[in-house]
């Protein structure tokens, strides 16, 4: 049977393709409030790690939505009254309506390239151009993006590598004073899900948030503007900084969309300079953000996933096992390894929509107007306790001395749709320069036996790579990444978002304007010019590398 006749189409057909359209809208509407960002076709390939979209979307849901739906209901009742009478509806001449609607579009698409003539360049402005374009002509253009990508690594050659690879900054000369502080040491890497700096040394109803984590501070070093940069692959971005140097893809994740590259990873330099053991624990599946194919390609010797933990339904909240005995469960593992060794812990807890038993609430709910940043206080509370009794361990089976930690926060938990909380909290205004300050993310380095110091330097968690060589003794002159170490990061270098926002030394570039930070105050766009072209060179390098998998020509 023909759904489509010559001058007819048949009306159930039609519903089908409005309902499609409308479900794209109410999905890019719910992907917006968590991620503030919108769909991309990598990202409908892996719906499957999307968290916060799955069991967390009702948290997202507003009433109001459901009027999205009630031109749906209008037009497929009026389909299925034509369905009934066997009748189809009558098609027009296209010719006309499609010369009319191509006007149009060409006409909106001159309009957004001289607002921004970067506009279809970069596909991280996804913001300005769905703002342009519409939703709907976004989502063709990031189609044709989409399948334009795979050609870069296909037409890659050693020529196209050394030419890229001529382009890049070299860092500066180390601090003497810091490098090798932890020379030869293990090595513990703790992901602190979801943590923003903004509970650090913070009270709610006088009882600290983050009591063991503020009496760490006295003896490590703490970083606390260190900014969240990653994208669409969230904790999975945060991995890919800290074991490559490189930003994030801006479209979906570099865990799922490169897994078959080479790269020089983190894993792979300390084996090669002292012979090191890498592995990464993480209760959950072994396949989610597909972390058990990229570990591999990273160089990873053993991945400890939810196959090899106890995990019970008493145990486990929200996404897998609790943060407790995550880390009691961990250390007989951990034991195992052989020395010298660089573990990452992935914790899980406090993850969005922040749930807890009220067994496991060692504080009181917030009191601010939203639920989610009230109940946020007691995952972060929770995973301090868990951080705690994970370096109790540790001191009780004589592994705590010789190890060098490293925490530090994988990315925001308070989106932009949830921050209204947090700023009444903090008995803050609402202005772009304080949800940039809440971008920021925590930076602990503890070295047993060292002096503690805050260092104020600004930089963002792609940065953490050098950082942790630095310390370990490392040279990364010999090194490709786009990470700067944070005991010498040049003050004249921006600190780069993936949608191409920064901050910089002098000025804010955010929500497509230029700000100056001395005096808050907005100014014209062309002040952040020269600093834009800095921010479009690095992410396009960056991208450059991966896409095209230039660093299998360098080895």
Known sequence: MSFVGQNHIRPLVFCFIYLLSTALLISNLLYYRFYIDFLTSSVFLQLNNVGGLGSSTVELFSPYDLLLLIDVLFFCSFAWFFSKKKEAISRPNGKPYFITAGSFLALTVGLSLVQNPYVLQHDYERDQMVSSLGIYNYQLINVAQSIQAPLKGILANQTVASEIKGEMVDPPPPDTSTFGLASGKNVVFISLESVQNFVIQQENNGEELTPFLNRLLADSFYFPNIYDQTAQGKSSDMEFMLDTGFYPLSSGSAFVRSYTNTFQSLPRILEQHNGYTSAAFHANDATFWNRELMYDALG??????????????????????????????????????????????????????????????????????????????????????????????????????????????????????????????????????????????????????????????EGGQIDIHSTVLHLLGISTNANLSFSYDLFTRPSDMPIIFRDGHFIAQDFLFADHACYERSSNTMIPIQSCSPKQAIVREQLQLSDDFLLGDLLRFME
């Open 300 to 457: 990873y010797h053993h991945f400890f996933s939810k196959e090899m933990y106890n995990v019970t339904v008493d145990e486990s909240v929200n996404y897998g096992l609790k943060d407790k005995p995550f880390f009691e469960q961990s250390v007989p593992l951990l034991k195992e390894l052989e020395e010298p060794y660089s573990a990452k812990f992935i914790t899980l807890t406090n993850h969005f929509p922040f749930l807890l038993e009220e067994e496991d609430q060692l504080i009181e709910e917030g009191e601010t107007d939203v639920g989610i940043v009230n109940r946020y206080f007691t995952t972060v509370r929770y995973l301090d306790a868990a951080v705690e009794q994970f370096f109790q361990q540790l001191k009780d089976e004589d592994m705590y001395e010789d190890t060098m930690f490293v925490l530090y926060g994988d990315h925001y938990g308070i989106s932009r749709q949830y921050e209204k909380g947090v700023h009444q909290f903090l008995d803050q205004e609402e202005t772009t320069f304080s949800h940039i300050d809440l971008q920021k993310v925590p930076l602990i380095i503890h070295i047993p036996g060292q002096t503690g110091r805050t260092i104020e330097t």
